[in-house]
Nanobody, 119 residues
Framework: QVQLVVSGGGLVQPGGSLRLSCAAS????????MGWYRQAPGKQRDLVAT???????NYADAVKDRFAISRDNAKNTVYLQMNSLKPEDTAVYYC?????????????WGQGTQVTVSS
């Protein structure tokens, strides 16, 4: 069982910045990927950025030049630094944990946090 606690959402003006944090606790696998997904009303939940224990990152094209994902493995925490925010970034942002043991994948989702970009 893995619990994810997300913080850092809020309201920001276009061009502004916001930093999200997601702390994982529980049965953390030594092999895991953590990252961020977002979902706007009426839309599917899409990948924003992920980062593995090995340091590999993956970004959605829409955010790759503006967002940066990082990890603090000592705290089992992943961050998302969001810069140059646009109204189209408005969504509920979810933290996801993916652990792998003996080829079996287990995934856990945080509750999500609202990010609103508006003037």
């Amino acid at each position: 069982q893995v619990q994810l606690v997300v913080s850092g959402g809020g309201l920001v003006q276009p061009g502004g910045s916001l930093r999200l944090s997601c702390a994982a606790s529980g049965s953390i696998s030594s092999t895991n990927t953590m990252g961020w997904y977002r979902q706007a009303p009426g839309k599917q939940r899409d990948l924003v950025a992920t980062m593995s224990n090995g340091g590999d990152t993956n970004y959605a094209d829409a955010v790759k030049d503006r967002f940066a994902i990082s990890r603090d493995n000592a705290k089992n925490t992943v961050y998302l630094q969001m810069n140059s925010l646009k109204p189209e970034d408005t969504a509920v942002y979810y933290c996801r944990y993916i652990g792998r043991v003996f080829g079996i994948t287990r995934t856990y989702w945080g509750q999500g946090t609202q990010v609103t970009v508006s003037s």
